[in-house]
């Protein structure tokens, strides 16, 4: 019995792609659903053209004016309603950066909450701009309804020239030994490689790749120039992309974009985000491997297609509107721009019979698939959710599409405007108006031009000519008309009403005007704009978490990062992450609120913080220590537009910036004859109380070492020394407070001047009287 042949084990194994035979099939299902969203929402499309063409003032010719030329006033009502609700949003994010801040799930993972806050924020404003997307997703949110915004990782490298002049080729050396020595005064241990025979060309191996370095001789004055070409990383990290919404489609009656499950059960079936990439994108992303269903002879195909514009309509409004024609073809095939369709779907991909999530890249022009693939295989997260993060100005029921802010406006706008062009029109009649002639008398029929100070020869104009007289009630009813729906609007609004800015309404309120009224009006009136605040924020928080998701599948096993514009007291910019702190549970959440908006009212809040804080009382019981203080001050001169308050202020002590430790911390240490390291954490007098009892217990004391015995005397000087000082501290406080004087380091201080004296009635605003007995009928 012969034994069966010995077979060597399989080196090699590729993916087996399923989609090939159906990439046309699947191509088709992608493009179909994006026709039929797009034919679901054909009249919200005509009907928020019409309102954005309200909101950007744009002015068409109507036909059906009274007469040429008559009034068709574009009022700014919608416009600046939202840009004040714009500017709060965007502003409550800048003030309060980090604008998401991350919180452990599990014990151990405290200290690396600030960490990953800082890393987050840096990889938003810093490698990204951050300030641009919460622009973009602040005017989707306010004037669309909803903003959405796509979270993906992007690695996208850019090719980088770099020439230098070097001296003369030397005529006694061998060219590529002298090639090689300068390549060695710019790349060291390094391997590398000849690429010609004469040694004017070389490759360098790197570790993100080679470079290319070749020598040329310049005609004039014969010195070498040396052309470095490499690639060079210009992005590695999570990328969040706003969609407005005419590029993003999925079904009607859709709840939110994340897949349908039995936790969800309103989801969107599909999603499709629409992109107009040039060819040239295309072809680099099939040349690097991203795009593995097409080859280079189907990219050559796509160069002769033209962008499909049979959807467009509303584009070419738009258009029409801003007086741009975008109908010249580009003569340049590399910069021709195709429709890309990236779907997110649930479709049997392996074969089994069961539905999995999965992503589709589609060029419509020719009905092309790009590439397929598991959705989590490009998108990592845990819970399986689409990387989309989402929310609604003003959510309505059963529908993910929210209420605008112009969509409220609308109304009273169309009636603001048509009483404008009323009272416009009525005073152009008042002030030329029409006349009637005798047409028995002397005066030929032409049409007279008025001119000031002219003089028209007529043997008897008071009886051959008559202009009617018009009344001036119709001003009077447009101007009545036009208060009650600003009243009316001031109410709709959210961020431009008098209460949600801090303001007391008009009318004989002047007494209200006070430190203490004015916040009590700020906190009954920001309860609608504080939900609005807190739905932009809910959409912030799922974009941070998942590129937090992102960072801990696809971060590199190190990362180095530097914070720019934003920095905590005693904080060194440049910071340094590893994945295992990463890879630690946290959950996100924000501290915004609608103060944050405000610059002067996030002061406000710290000065309030200041006047409870910074106390006799809470000094002398060490509630609030220099440190606490110190921060305070830090946050108050940030909220004031100083972005490097070290300038200005010192830390207390130099060891503000050290760990607290306990007392039992301590002692433990010293047992192992180790020096403690920290500030005490319970304070100065308690932690020497501890050392103290530890010290007279006898039995325990003998535990220690000759040398841990040493330094706990040392170390229990050094309590005492910080004991005594904060009970000076506290003496201060309290002579302070028994004198009304401010707690100094040096004692406290006389006040410089005296108190202000009330020299008259608080301002008043228009319609408010200054002494209310002074109204009619008053005594």
Known sequence: MTAPPITAPKRERTRRNRLRKKKRELAERVITFAKDDRDGRKDTRERRLQLQAKLRMWQERVENLPWPDASNVALPDIATASLI???????????????????????????????????????????????????????NFVEEGHTQVLVTWVREKRSITDVRVLSRLPFEVEPAQWFLEQIGKHFTQVPVHREDEDGWDWRIEEEDGHVSVKFYTRPKDGKIEMLIKRDVVVHDGPLPIVYEYDRCLYPPRSKNLQPPTPKNPGGA????????????????????????????????????????????????????????????????????????????DRFDLDGDGLDEDVCFWVLKEGGWLLKARPMTELYPTKDGRRPIAEAAFLPEAGRREGISLPEFQEALHDISKATFDQMVDSGTLANTPFGFYDPTGNMKPDVITIYPGDLYPMRNPRQNVHYPTFAAQSQTFGINLMTLVDKMDQRLTVFSNELNTGQVPKGRASALRNVGSIDRIQQAGEARPERVLRRFFTALKQMFSLMHEFNGFLMPPEKQF?????????????????????????????????????????????QQAMGLTIQALPVEMGITQPENVYRLLFDALRKIGLNEPQRYISEPTPASNLPTILAEEAIANLLMEQAPFGEPLEGAQPHLEKLIEFERDDEQFAAMTRRGAQMFKIYAEEVARKAQEEKQLAAQAAQADQFGNPVGPSGPRQPQAPAPVDEGNPPVQGAELLNEELQEGGG
């Open 85 to 139: 609700a714009q500017d709060s949003l965007h502003n409550a994010v800048l003030s309060s950066r980090p604008a998401v801040t991350s919180k452990a799930v599990s014990p151990g993972g405290e200290d690396s909450q600030d960490l990953i806050d800082d890393l987050l924020d840096a990889q938003f404003f810093v490698e990204h701009d951050g300030e641009k997307t919460i622009e973009d997703m602040a005017q």
């Open 562 to 606: 530097t914070l720019v514009g934003y920095t905590r007291p005693h904080q060194n910019p440049y910071r340094k992450v590893t994945a295992s702190q990463v890879n630690r549970g946290f959950v996100f959440d924000f501290t915004a609120n609608v103060k944050n908006a405000s610059r002067g009212a996030a002061f406000e809040q710290l």
């Open 269 to 344: 079936p599909h999603v499709i985000f629409v992109d107009r990439p040039t060819v040239d994108e295309v072809k680099r992303l099939q040349r690097s491997g991203f795009y593995d269903l097409i080859g280079p002879k189907d990219i050559k195909k796509i160069e002769k297609a033209a962008m499909d514009r049979t959807e467009d309509d509303e584009e070419r409004q738009k258009d029409a509107f801003q007086g741009v024609d975008d109908e010249t073809p580009i003569k340049e095939t590399s910069q021709t721009r195709v429709t890309r369709f990236l779907c997110f």
